[in-house]
Every structure is written in C-alpha cells, then in structure tokens.
C-alpha cells in the first residue's frame, strides 16, 4: 500500500485550518496541524511531511519567522504561503526567502488542491539532503567542507562557502539575487545591507572551483539579477 503524502498546515483560524484539513485528507493526504506559531516551528523542523502550507500571521512566531528557521535546517522543503490580500510584501519576502508558492485568502479548495498537487510534482526533482555535488574537474563535499579535484588536489571551503555552494547548487538553474542569500545564507534582513561580501564570496568560490572568473562556466553571473549555479553541470548527491 503507497504511504500518503503528508502536508504541515500552520494556520491559527480554526475555520480556515478545518476546512483545509477536510479538503486535503478527502483528497487523500494525510494532515499534520498547529494552531500557533510556536508549535507550527516545531513541528516544521521536527516533524517528518512532504509540504507546508504556512499562514503569515500567526500567534507567538510569524510565518516569516519559521520560513527564515526552517530553511535553515530544511532548506529543500516544499512551501506555499497562506495569506490575505493586503499581505503582498510579505508574500513577496517569503517567496524571496525560498516559498514555493502562495495562495491569497479567501481561496477556493479547488486552487488549493491545484498548487499543492503542482509543488508536489516539482518536489521530487530537488535534493532534501544535499552532501555532495559534481562540477568539472572536481566534487564539492560538503560534510567534509572541501573541494576534491580529479587531478588528486583538495581546497578547504569555510563553512558561509559550504552554505553559499549548496544554495546555490539546490536552486541549479534558477537565479538567485542578492537579497535572497542575504535572508537565506546570511540569514539577515537586505534591507541597507551591504552586498558587497557576497560578490567576494561568489570570487572565492569560483576559485575554489577553478572557475574562470573572466568567463565562468559553473557559478554563472546574470547581469543586474545576480547569481546562478548552471544546471548542466554535474549531479548532486
């Protein structure tokens, strides 16, 4: 028998996360839920699901509060915002800090179902625990928190470079500007932040990758956007 997808639902409106729960096991997903920001943290970085649905505002801990935490610790895991109207910037903080999707309340179950079944489609595709991944002429081992190339030679990465690479690689294919690594690899706010350490950790990377600077292959620079790990480069494991 195939083991149910299981979704996280932290919401605090007891009528919304009911009707949710309902909507989502009559479709045939098993439902964790919290009511509160504080055991909503807990259970997204402790509790074992395939996504989270998760409102904004909420008691004790906000949702941008157990975005920033989990994407620490879990920072592959499926999420779509849950929020009102008059939310738009910080539907778009959250989705700058790694959300997959968001949905504006009211909603109706059918969109619901319908952006919950089309993450879930896209989840397979992202590495949950990134240890490794290939580049040309090497491998980035990130539990060892080094770069071993083929020729036998080895580079020590810090751990913000462990932290920046396997953003970076996660998110293969994707831009990536400066404020969202700022809130998801620095963890701080971009808001006045200077971004100017982010270009000098982007150069040493590609130095430790052996990665042209002047023409780089691996660690791509799109121009006024910011930063991308190119997707035809090797696996990940």
């Not at 909507?23 to 074992?48: C, P």
């Not at 649905?53 to 610790?73: N, T, Y």
């Not at 499926?78 to 800090?97: C, T």
């Not at 992202?126 to 020729?151: I, K, M, S, W």
Request: no cysteine.
């Amino acid at each position: 028998m195939a083991q149910l997808r299981q979704v996280l639902t932290i919401e605090d409106d007891s009528a919304i996360r009911r009707g949710i729960v309902d909507a989502l096991e009559f479709a045939g997903y098993a439902v964790i839920e919290a009511a509160d920001g504080t055991s909503g943290l807990d259970h997204a970085v402790r509790s074992s699901y395939d996504l989270l649905l998760l409102d904004l505002v909420l008691p004790h801990r906000g949702g941008l509060e157990i975005l920033r935490e989990l994407r620490v610790v879990r920072p592959t895991v499926p999420v779509i915002i849950l929020s009102a109207r008059g939310e738009e910037q910080d539907r778009v903080r959250g989705l700058q800090m790694g959300a997959d999707d968001y949905v504006v309340k009211p909603f109706s179950v059918k969109e619901l179902l319908a952006r919950v079944e089309a993450v879930l489609r896209r989840s397979p595709e992202r590495p949950t625990d990134l240890q490794h991944a290939a580049f040309p002429g090497g491998t980035a081992d990130f539990a060892r928190r080094e770069v071993r190339y083929d020729d036998g030679g080895r580079a020590e990465l810090s751990e913000r470079e462990v932290e920046l690479l396997r953003y970076l690689v996660i998110n293969a294919g994707r831009v990536i500007d400066r404020d969202e690594l700022l809130s998801n690899v620095w963890r701080i706010s971009p808001r006045g932040a200077a971004t100017r350490t982010i270009d000098m950790h982007i150069a040493r990377l590609r130095e430790k990758l052996r990665d042209d600077s002047s023409q780089p292959r691996i660690v791509l620079t799109v121009r006024g956007k910011g930063y991308m790990f190119s997707s035809s480069m090797g696996g990940t494991s």
